[in-house]
C-alpha cells in the first residue's frame, strides 16, 4: 500500500505536465557557453555586438551614474506600493526617502547579471541588431528604475528577515481588503481579482502566490517537509504561464515552458542561520533559461511592464546565484502581483500601459529560448522536446 500511494502521489505530482507536450518545432540548437568575464561598462562600446544591453541602454538613454529623487521614491511608496505607512520603511529604504542616492553600483549589478545569462546577452545583441528595442517614455522609464531600486531593497529585505516577511504579507492583505475590498481567501477572492485584472491568468497567478507565499512562514519555521508538493507549486506556476502564450500563438517560448516545468529542482532546503532562507537545487543554465523564458513571456503577453519588469531586473533576481534565484524570484513575484493589483484597482483610474512592438520583441525571443530549452531537454533529459513520445518517456520516467 505504501508504495502504490507513493506512485499514485508521484503521478499526481506528474500529472498537470502531461498535456502540455506539443510537437513543436524548433531549429539549430545552441550550444551553451562556459560563464565568462563580464567587460566593464563603457558608453564608448555601446555598439560593440559583445555588449547588447550596453546598445539598449544607449538607445533607451538610461544614465548609468544616475542618482535617485527622494520624491520619486516617496510617490512610488505611497501611491504605487502602499507602503508609505508600513512600520519600518524606513530600515528597509533607508536614505533614499531623504536624499538623492547613487544607483551605479545598483545599475552595474543589474548589468552584470544581465550578461552573465547567456540567452539575455545573445538576445540582447539579435534585438538591437534587428530593430526591435522600443522607443522608450522616459518619464514611465524614469519611474520604474526607481521602481526597481525600491523592490530590490524589499525582496532583500523579505529575503533576510522572515518576520519581516510575515509583516509584509498581512500588511499587504489588509491594504488589499480595505482599499480595494479583495478578500483574503479563496475561492472568496476570485470574483472581485477578476473584475480588478480582467484576466484569467492573472487571477490563476495571485491566487497560487497567494498560497505559495502563505506557506513560506511554515516552511521558514519548520524546513521542507514535502518536496514534490513544493516541485508541483512551481509546475504549476509555469504551467499557468505556458497555457495563456501557448493561446496567444507564443508557441515556441511556450515549449521552452514544458523543458522548465519537466525538469524541477531536486532538493530545497532551509538555511540554519537567522535568515532562514530557503534554498533550491537548480543548475545555472536553468535558471538562466528560466530568467529568459520569464522575460519572453511578460514581454509578449502582458501590460504595465513598468512594473511587471521590474521582478525580474532587480539584482536579487538578474544577479542571483542559482540556489537563490527561485525563492527571491517569487518574493519579488508576490510583491509585484500586489502592486499590479493596485494600479488596476485606483481611483482615479490609471491607464494601462503597453509597450510599442512587445508583441515584435517577443516574438523572436521565444524562438531563441526555445532552440536552448531543446539543447537543454537532450543533455539533461536525454530527449527531443520536439518529440511526444521522448517526451512521454520522460514524464513516465519522473512518475517511476
Known sequence: MAE????????????PYAMYLPALVVRHPPVFRKSRAVPPYSPTAQAAPETGFDAIVGLLGIDMEMETDPDVVNSILRDDMLLDDFPGKEAIFGEKLERPWSAAAFLAS???????????????????????????????????????????????????????????????MRKREDKFGVPPKFPKNVRRLREITGSVFEVAKIVTMDWVFAQYAEIRERGIEDLPKRQLSLGVNIVEALLTENGNGFKPNALTGVALALNPFSDAWVTDDSRRFIKYKLDARWTDLYESWNLAFVTGNEENLHLIYTKLFIPSVIGAPHDDYLFNRALSLWATAQFVIFWKAATPKRPDYQMPGSEELAAPWGEMNARYAEAYVREHNHADLRSRWSMFKVLLRKIF
Do not use: C, K
Open 110 to 172: 543589474v548589468r552584470t547579471g544581465f550578461l552573465a545569462r547567456e540567452p539575455l546577452a545573445e538576445y540582447s545583441r539579435e534585438a538591437v541588431e534587428r530593430g526591435l528595442i522600443p522607443p522608450p517614455n522616459p518619464q514611465i522609464l524614469h519611474r520604474a528604475i526607481h521602481h526597481t531600486i525600491l523592490l530590490d531593497d524589499l525582496t532583500r529585505a523579505m529575503a533576510d528577515d522572515p518576520q519581516l516577511m510575515d509583516d509584509l504579507l498581512a500588511f499587504l
Open 4 to 15: 502504490r500511494t507513493s506512485i499514485a502521489h508521484r503521478a499526481r505530482v506528474a500529472a
